[in-house]
């Protein structure tokens, strides 16, 4: 099984991890451990090395420019791990520590565009105002109508 975020070789394994348009990582720069994972499933669960969690070293990648670099040391640290354990099939979750660790480094390199500050239209602070009048009316009235009861 290929990893969304990979592009396959000729025997249907991926080379390297794609991250959005401009970054792509060599698998070779990618750190894997297995375990076993938590969990039901019995004697298979107990045996069987099923949990993933693989890490990228950011500091040390050829792939990364150096804004790429500088943008991901500054919201995830030197290193960015994923990991996943929830499917029976080691190879699955290889593929699913692979999707999430491109959808947490894509979200690190994202740029957040600037905010443009822009005025309210008219017709809302105008009704803001008809409002705030219309409330003091009502304030005003009730409270020449609580005098009178005294």
């Not at 794609?18 to 669960?45: C, K, M, Y």
């Not at 040391?73 to 699913?96: F, H």
Request: proline fraction near 5%; glycine fraction near 8%.
């Amino acid at each position: 099984m290929v990893p969304r975020g990979s592009e396959p070789d000729s025997v249907g394994r991926s080379r390297v991890l794609q991250v959005g348009r401009n970054l792509r990582i060599p698998l070779d720069e990618l750190e894997w451990r297995f375990s076993t994972s938590g969990g039901p499933g019995g004697q298979h669960a107990n045996r069987s090395s099923t949990r993933v969690e693989v890490r990228f070293d950011v500091v040390g990648s050829c792939a990364l420019g150096p804004r790429q670099r500088a943008r991901l040391l500054e919201r995830l640290g030197p290193v960015v791990r994923a990991s996943a354990g929830e499917e029976r099939s080691q190879a699955r979750n290889r593929a699913t520590a692979l999707d999430r660790l491109a959808a947490r480094l894509a979200d690190g390199l994202r740029i957040e565009r600037a905010r443009v500050a822009t005025r309210p239209p008219a017709a809302v602070t105008a009704r803001r105002l008809r409002d705030k009048r219309w409330r003091s009316e009502l304030k005003r009235q009730r409270a020449a109508h609580s005098e009178g009861e005294d």
